[in-house]
């Protein structure tokens, strides 16, 4: 017998999914650096380039990426969405839990639960 509830369910996530790409965990800093060529005038002002880091621990390893200007505002955004995630994630761990709780107790016959 198919379970249609969670077949539903599964492909009501599938679209809320969808919805949030791109996504992606890490972080993004800004970062200042010198560039090191010797007659660069921004560099011998004091001042620095503005540079942006994307890191991210891939299979344990954490990496840090030099990310293009121009990425820079899908990348935060494929960051915000996968904060999202994780925090639907965690939503539908507990619906989960509490929904076998809730099943567990309606199959005990009355006077048995602990």
Partial sequence: MKNTHASSDCQA???ELARLWPL???SLAEVAKSCGRPACGTCQRGTRHRAYLYTVTQRGQRRCLYVPEDLVPV???????GRRLQERLADLGVALVEGRRRDRRRREPPGTSA
């Fill in 24 to 26: 992606t965990k890490g």
């Fill in 75 to 81: 990348l935060r955004q494929a960051l915000a969405n």
């Fill in 13 to 15: 996530f599938l679209k």
